[in-house]
Every structure is written in C-alpha cells, then in structure tokens.
C-alpha cells in the first residue's frame, strides 16, 4: 500500500510522518500523535480494512483512515460529513495500519491530529470537511496539512 504520510528524513522511515513546518526539516521529529480506541463494529470489510486470511486471521485496519470520535462512547470510528454521534466532525487520521482480531468490539490505534496527509493517497475516498467541522488543521489543495 502507498503511505498517505508525507515522508522526509531517514530513507528507512517509509511511513513515518514528518513536520510539516515552514522548511519542512526532518530533524524536528515525528508528528504529534494520541493513542486511540477505534470501535470495530463501524468498520466495513473491503473499504476501512481487509478481512485476515487462513494465514494471517486478524483484519488489518489501514493507515489513514479518517476517523470523527463517538459522542457517547469515546471511541473512534470512520469520518462520516453525513453522520451525527460525533463521527461528522474530523478528529484525524490513523497513522498506521492496524491489526485487530475478528469479533473484537474495540481495538488500539495512533490519530494523527496535526501533521500533512494527501489526500490522492488516502485509503478512502476524502473531502475536507469544513473548519466548523473539524478538530484538526487542515491546508493545500493536493494534500492535507491538519
């Protein structure tokens, strides 16, 4: 899978997210992140993550996802601009892909919140919703800065 993640720096850092400031210098570190709980039963087979196989049985959740946070539970679940519950605003992206066993109600990931993303890159289909419609910063037509 192409990483939706803006990469600078270390050749080996393939998907590591990097600044995004003014001369975008690759010493400044990695994105800020937060540690999340996604609610699986939100995701769909086929467009939020691929099905685990015979040889490898746990669903794999991909890299940035957008996700909005459910209003009454806390969790993360996909951005959706026509839902309500919270998901209709946008938190941010999930950083890496993610694995989690079928049947789980609920499983850990990274938000990016604030960093670059393009959005050609993107797992899914995404608009940007409006600033009234979101947590996280979003800029540039081609890539996302939030």
């Known amino acids: 899978m192409v ?6 720096g270390h050749p080996r850092c393939a998907t590591a997210a990097r600044t995004g400031h003014d001369d975008d210098r690759p010493d ?11 609610d699986t039963s939100k995701l ?9 196989t015979l040889n490898q049985p746990r669903n794999i959740i991909k890299s940035g996802i957008p996700l ?16 309500g519950g919270g998901t209709q605003i946008l938190a941010g992206f999930l950083v890496a892909e993610t694995a989690f066993t079928p049947g789980s109600a609920k499983t850990a990931g990274a938000l990016l919140w604030r960093g670059e993303v393009y959005a050609a890159k993107q797992p899914v289909a995404f608009a940007p ?13 081609g890539r996302r800065r939030i």
């Not at 769909?44 to 685990?52: F, K, L, N």
């Open 3 to 8: 990483s939706p993640w803006r990469t600078r």
């Open 28 to 38: 400044r570190g990695p994105l800020p992140s937060d540690t999340i709980t996604a």
């Open 44 to 52: 769909t087979s086929g467009v939020h993550h691929t099905a685990g």
């Open 68 to 83: 909005g946070e459910i209003t009454a539970s806390g969790l993360y679940a996909p951005y959706n601009s026509a839902a």
């Open 129 to 141: 919703p409006a600033a009234a419609s979101t947590t996280a910063f979003i800029n540039a037509p």
